[in-house]
């Protein structure tokens, strides 16, 4: 059974900018900015904090926050620290939803402007127009606190090829989505890898560059009514995973992550 989910679409929508204007009370916009920028660096510091101590840190259930923890097995060697990064927040909103709603998710509340959110530590300080807003990430949060912990997945050398084909196809091509341009679809490129057994699924990012954003958006899901991308990081049922993160000439930066319930580490 293969499943696949296309956030292209959402990224694809939402330009990385967007003019904002508003009313604002000369009596009141010198201290309600002032508040906001102080809750800002407040948001900010607390993120800060959160990815730089994810080694120190602990979930509910004992397991390590940081990446040497979370993403530590299988063929984790073949990752690059951006990509292990990934898989430790993939892997951290398995085993401890519930903590990784009130540490990533619900603290972006703050960051939104209408339907505008702005990534405090986005050293670019761009916009991203939201097609949801607020009530989207405030849905994401409910759904992972009423989650129950999951296993972790293990780093598979073929995913992680696998996910490296189609993040260098996109690279070189432009495209967006889960087709490759030979055709190929997520379940052909594993196959082509390695054997998986019976479920195989693939979500794909486009723009963000830290683990954290990745991680984040895919969750929230925004515009996306099926949710496809929070479904398949949050299926119990999957067992293996392999990123790859490589250049785009539209987006900056194409994420593929590809997903199994179990896969061997031989090519058929």
Not at 8 to 31: H, I, K, N, T, W
Not at 68 to 84: F, K, P, Q, V, Y
Not at 164 to 193: F, I, M
Request: with cysteine.
């Amino acid at each position: 059974m293969e499943q696949s989910s296309d956030w292209s679409l959402a990224a694809a929508a939402a330009p990385r900018g967007g003019a904002v204007s508003r009313y604002r009370d000369p009596a009141r916009s010198s201290r309600s900015g002032t508040l906001r920028r102080a809750g800002l660096a407040i948001v900010a510091a607390t993120l800060a904090g959160c990815t730089a101590d994810l080694g120190v840190g602990r979930n509910t259930q004992g397991i390590a926050w940081g990446s040497d923890n979370l993403a530590s097995e299988g063929a984790i060697g073949m990752l690059t620290a951006e990509e292990r990064d990934v898989v430790a927040h993939i892997n951290l909103a398995r085993t401890d939803p519930a903590a990784y709603a009130r540490t990533f998710i619900l603290p972006r509340r703050i960051l939104f402007h209408d339907k505008v959110y702005v990534d405090p530590l986005d050293p670019r300080g761009r916009g991203l127009r939201t097609h949801e807003g607020v009530a989207v990430v405030e849905e994401t949060a409910r759904e992972l606190a009423d989650t129950p912990p999951m296993g972790s997945l293990s780093v598979s050398a073929a995913l992680t090829r696998a996910a490296r084909v189609h993040a260098a196809d996109q690279s070189a091509s432009g495209a967006t989505g889960h087709d490759g341009t030979g055709g190929s679809t997520p379940s052909t490129r594993v196959s082509e890898q390695g054997r998986w057994e019976w479920l195989v699924g693939e979500v794909a990012a486009y723009g963000p560059a830290t683990g954290r954003e990745i991680v984040s958006r895919l969750l929230i899901d925004d515009g996306v009514p099926s949710r496809g991308h929070r479904r398949s990081i949050l299926d119990p049922r999957f067992g293996a995973i392999g990123v790859s993160i490589a250049s785009h000439p539209h987006f900056g930066r194409a994420v593929v992550v590809d997903f199994a319930d179990a896969v061997s580490e031989a090519p058929p």
